[in-house]
């Protein structure tokens, strides 16, 4: 199942995690806002992103408390299993010495007999006396719910989900995850050949508005802007589409590199915006709220507070959990200032029509260059390319264990064609394919972001934790004390949940028809 394909690996510290987490949602999402926020207007965008930031956060205390206790409940299963061999034990020993009466005089067979009994009283004293967790009531608090076993959403599903419920998780991820990946293969190969397709713009005042299409010329008369984009597109495939045939895992040093030149690209658009704002050459006059554009504006925002299904992945690792919710609140709370202030900066300073669909773009503006640094145009047209590219083959890992784990049925081994080459092709050819038809990001992140990012953001945790709750009641009763118990504690929070994840997906179908017509 999803995020098999890596160890457990060796734990790390709180800091590390928090960076993990903030790789993890700081993505595609971020390069998308600004012009989403331009679209749906300031006040509207401010209100949404704080709703929807607040809501992750509560979904993401959901998961954490969900794996703690599917983590309880492996240990009771554990020790179940333990009684079990036990039991079956000392009653194979009491049959082998039943067995010896036909060659041993009873009075010896009833020795035996007592030995036996003596040695099993004297293992569940032991038993009874050892630190187990379970048993002893201030051991429970410590090890009972301490999150150690990698549990997956997945397996999670398993655990509490019916049949239904788990397929269409499993349905709802993978949803997810096809669209993440033909995001990722469509955003590359578009900043690489917007940055590389040379236009000849005649720079004038009032600056005269050019109109590329895909039909403009790239390379000469001989190839397009479509052509070179899908030539990238091919390029990009045929080298990172490999790995999804193999186990690739994240290192650290990598999570450090990417997060640096994340802050570095973020910190300069930043800066670059603000300062042509201070000096009155700013462009943008965004509208209060503009209520069509919001199904966009939902759907970016939903990808831009997504890490819930990598949540197992990530917590389990961090050596010390005592302060697990408080670190992820800081973490959110962290990200919700940094894309306040990109998305805020970047719609004040340009115009809402000459926002990209990836906001590095507007500063590689030859006309009117926010920088007369060229470096630092192309190090923000090709940071795109640098940071997907190193989590597409992730990504694409984590759908085909999904994919595996929902086709499997007990018993069955795959076929070596199967699992090696069928499920890997089965993951790599969708995403390319819908690349291949379509460019536009803000369709993309629009469409799969709005459904199936607000399934596994809201409705899946609600349902989990719910469910989780009430098998944590019956194994261990209603006074056992959980340690990573989420904030919102109270069944109140669950429904609001539901609540809100299905009316926003009414409401995203709603104005996605009414957009259309």
Avoid at 58 to 64: D, E, K, L, N, Q
Avoid at 91 to 117: G, Y
Avoid at 338 to 353: A, D, E, Q, R
Avoid at 386 to 397: C, G, K, R
Wanted: net charge positive; glycine share 6%; charged share 15%.
């Amino acid at each position: 199942m999803a995020g098999d394909m890596t160890e457990t690996g060796s734990l790390y510290s709180p800091f590390m995690g928090l960076i993990y987490i903030f790789n993890l949602i700081v993505g595609t999402g971020a390069l998308t806002m600004p012009k989403a926020f331009g679209a749906a207007g300031w006040l509207i965008s401010l209100v949404l992103i704080i709703l929807l930031g607040f809501f992750s956060y509560m979904t993401t205390t959901f998961v954490v408390e969900t794996m703690s206790v599917a983590n309880a409940r492996l240990r009771w299963k554990t020790r179940e299993k333990q009684n079990e061999v036990h039991k079956a034990t000392f009653e194979e020993k009491l049959h082998a010495a039943f067995a010896n009466n036909h060659k041993k005089d009873d009075a010896h067979s009833e020795d035996v007999i007592e030995d036996e009994e003596e040695n099993q009283a004297e293992e569940e004293r032991k038993a009874l006396l050892a630190p187990n967790p379970i048993n002893d009531p201030k051991r429970r608090r410590v090890d009972l719910y301490d999150i150690t076993e990698r549990v997956e959403m997945g397996q999670m599903a398993s655990m509490f989900f019916n049949k239904v419920g788990w397929y269409l998780f499993y349905l709802c991820i993978v949803i997810y995850l096809y669209g993440d990946l033909a995001i990722y293969a469509a955003a590359v190969p578009k900043s690489l050949r917007d940055i590389t397709c040379p236009v000849n713009i005649t720079c004038t005042k009032p600056p005269k508005q050019i109109n590329l299409t895909n039909s403009s010329p790239c390379w000469g008369t001989a190839v397009n802007r479509q052509n070179a984009y899908r030539v990238y597109l091919a390029g990009f495939s045929l080298l990172l589409g490999p790995f999804v045939f193999f186990n690739v895992q994240k290192t650290k040093y990598l999570q450090l590199l990417t997060s640096l030149m994340r802050w570095i690209a973020f910190t300069i658009m930043i800066i670059l915006a603000m300062t042509r704002i201070t000096h009155g050459k700013g462009e943008g006059h965004p509208v209060m709220e503009h209520i069509t554009s919001v199904p966009n504006l939902f759907g970016v925002c939903v990808y831009s507070f997504m890490c819930q299904h990598s949540l197992p992945s990530l917590v389990t690792p961090i050596k010390n959990k005592r302060h697990l919710s408080l670190l992820v609140f800081f973490d959110f709370f962290v990200i919700l200032l940094f894309y306040l202030v990109l998305s805020f900066t970047g719609i004040f300073c340009f115009k809402n029509k000459d926002i990209k669909d990836i906001y590095t773009l507007n500063f590689m503006d030859k006309c009117d260059p926010i920088t007369s640094a060229k470096e630092i145009g192309y190090f923000l047209g090709l940071f795109p390319v640098f940071t997907l590219s190193t989590n597409f083959p992730i990504i694409a890992i984590t759908l085909r264990n999904n994919l595996k784990t929902l086709f499997h049925r007990e018993g069955y081994t795959y076929p070596w064609v199967i699992d090696r080459i069928f499920f890997p092709l089965l993951t790599i050819l969708p995403p390319i394919a819908v690349a291949f038809g379509t460019d536009d990001l803000e369709f993309l992140v629009g469409v799969t972001g709005s459904y199936a990012g607000a399934g596994i953001q809201y409705l899946v945790p609600a349902f989990l934790v719910y469910s989780a709750r009430k098998e944590q009641r019956i194994l261990f009763g209603p006074g056992s004390i959980n340690k990573h118990t989420s904030p919102f504690r109270h069944s109140f929070w669950v429904y609001f949940v539901l609540l809100w994840g299905t009316l926003a997906i009414i409401f995203v179908t709603v104005n996605h028809i009414l957009t259309k017509s």
